[in-house]
């Protein structure tokens, strides 16, 4: 049986999927599975993926049902010790999974091991790169905090924990990893590989540019998480919503048309001050604050220009 088992959701995916295949096939390690769960796409995946010649890569085609779903069923098809998750949009580079391996081979206590995430556009140009984060053992209080994993595509999993904890949770459309991360932190100890091997991709037609109704179901989220956590660690939740206010307002400086979008980033920043004070110490915070302030002086295209500059470079996930 294989050491890993690799599962990629995919959903209407035919620009990315065969870019993110080809990371789990560049992997220095190879002993792996790969399970593709198509989750009711209309378009051109399923053909893309024929082409794909790949003995360890198996597709399997359902309705439409949702990314927890689809991780789920992946899960109930897996063989390997190690469980990773691929979003069809996300990319890894080359020594990932033999890290991460090795890191949970070595820390016979942990259940996940994570690495760094860089986060890149539609046109796999980064945006942001990799804060590096050093939580280890414990985590859960951290997590509750935020999610410093950043995305589903990051973590390697022994496989006991995740049927321990009972997969994903099927009703959410948002926020479902980091649920996970936080039931996972409960019962089981996190090693991190200190290095950026992650690359998340933020696009245009992604879920996270719906970003009113991502505010919407994410709080729900939060509601839900913090009502299981205990009563000495509920003072961390202004810390969570600081933290989401200065995420969903990265999001809106991307899409702003119009002055309400200004006043909406100015909102959002000034909500995630008044929630935790020291986020204004971020750099990230500080960063979103000038371009906000510029937005007010130029049009969002002169301000694009004026914060970008040097600030991009082309990804290529490679060891």
């Not at 994903?168 to 019962?187: C, N, Y």
């Amino acid at each position: 049986m294989p050491k890993v088992t690799v599962i990629v959701p995919a959903y209407n995916a035919e620009r990315t999927i065969v870019a993110a295949i080809a990371s789990v096939q560049q992997q220095s390690f190879g002993d792996w599975e790969l399970i593709v769960i198509d989750d009711g796409s209309c378009d051109r995946t399923v053909e893309l993926l024929s082409r794909v010649q790949e003995p360890r890569m198996q597709v399997y085609r359902y309705a439409n049902a949702g990314v927890s779903v689809a991780r789920n069923r992946g899960i109930a098809r897996a063989q390997g010790e190690y469980i990773a998750f691929l979003d069809a949009d996300d990319l890894w580079r080359q020594d990932k999974l033999e890290c991460q391996v090795a890191a949970l081979e070595q820390h016979a206590n942990a259940a996940v091991a994570y690495s760094w995430t860089c986060v890149m556009n539609e046109s796999a140009t980064m945006i942001h790169p990799a804060s590096p984060v050093w939580y280890e053992g414990n985590v859960y209080s951290q997590l509750l905090v935020r999610n410093f994993l950043l995305c589903g595509s990051n973590p390697l999993v022994r496989r006991h924990a995740l049927e321990r904890v009972g997969g994903f949770d099927a009703t959410l459309t948002h926020g479902e990893d980091w649920e996970l991360f936080v039931r996972l932190a409960k019962l089981v100890e996190f090693v991190v590989v200190p290095a950026a091997q992650v690359f998340y991709r933020q696009s245009p037609t992604s879920a996270s540019a719906q970003v009113a109704l991502m505010e919407t179901r994410l709080l729900a989220v939060i509601d839900s998480v913090f009502a299981a956590a205990p009563p000495h660690l509920q003072s961390l939740k202004n810390q969570n919503l600081a933290h989401l206010y200065q995420y969903l307002t990265g999001l809106r400086l991307t899409q702003v048309t119009s002055a309400e979008d200004i006043k909406q980033i100015g909102q959002n920043l000034q909500l995630a001050v008044r929630l935790h004070p020291k986020i204004l110490l971020s750099r990230t915070t500080q960063r979103y604050f000038a371009k906000w302030f510029l937005m007010q002086l130029f049009s969002p295209d002169i301000t694009k220009k004026f914060t970008q500059l040097g600030a991009t470079y082309a990804i290529r996930p490679q060891g």
